[in-house]
């Protein structure tokens, strides 16, 4: 493993790209006056190049949670637009209204799967 791929796999490379993420958003978007960018940038799939972090033997397994979790994220998603452009729901209101819809709906998803592995 070269000295970069052995940087990216640590806790720091990671927390790097995070917050380069993260930051790049705001930048795009308040500083820069370019939301559509923004947009695009947000949407950066971090779950995915994540899969080169995940072992060999979990991939499959990983990438299908991945996958469901993304739609639980575009339902989440789609409902602070909703309540931002059709309720006028003020952003802050929103933002916790969706992200309880993630968090519960993956709470959810994740108390299926261990119920469903206990009674294999």
Known sequence: MSALQSFVNSLPGQFIIGGLTV?????FSNHLNNPALAG???SVPIGMPS???????QL??????????MSVLFLATFANW????????SKYKSVAVAMSIW???GAI????????KKSK
């Open 23 to 27: 930051s790049g958003i705001t930048g």
């Open 40 to 42: 695009i940038i947000a």
């Open 51 to 57: 899969s080169v972090f995940v072992k060999d033997s």
């Open 60 to 69: 499959a397994e990983y990438s299908w949670k991945l996958l469901v979790m």
């Open 82 to 89: 909703f309540l931002i452009t059709q309720m006028k729901v």
């Open 103 to 105: 968090a519960g709906l």
């Open 109 to 116: 998803y994740y108390l299926i799967g261990k119920m469903t």
